[in-house]
């Protein structure tokens, strides 16, 4: 089973030729995208809308306990 769907593959592929033609543009600062990850990162996100995209896993801090003086 495929992790993304072939709409989400079409977002990402979309991104990349803009930001190779330089044509992206960032959201807020609309600065140009030079950075293909970030590019990749703009297709993913425009792509959660409406195709299927797992969510970014993160990894759990390790809580450190305080020892207890009295």
């Known amino acids: 089973m495929a992790?993304?769907?072939k709409k989400a593959g079409e977002?990402?592929?979309r991104a990349m030729k803009e930001m190779k033609q330089g044509?992206?543009?960032s959201g807020r600062s609309?600065?140009?995208v030079t950075n293909p990850k970030q590019a990749i990162a703009i297709g993913l996100s425009e792509a959660r809308e409406g195709a299927k995209v797992p969510y970014?896993?993160?990894s759990k801090k390790k809580?450190?306990?305080k020892k207890t003086t009295a």
Request: overall charge positive.
């Open 3 to 5: 992790k993304y769907s």
């Open 11 to 13: 977002k990402v592929e």
């Open 23 to 25: 044509k992206l543009r």
């Open 30 to 32: 609309g600065k140009k």
């Open 56 to 58: 970014k896993k993160t």
């Open 63 to 65: 809580r450190t306990r």
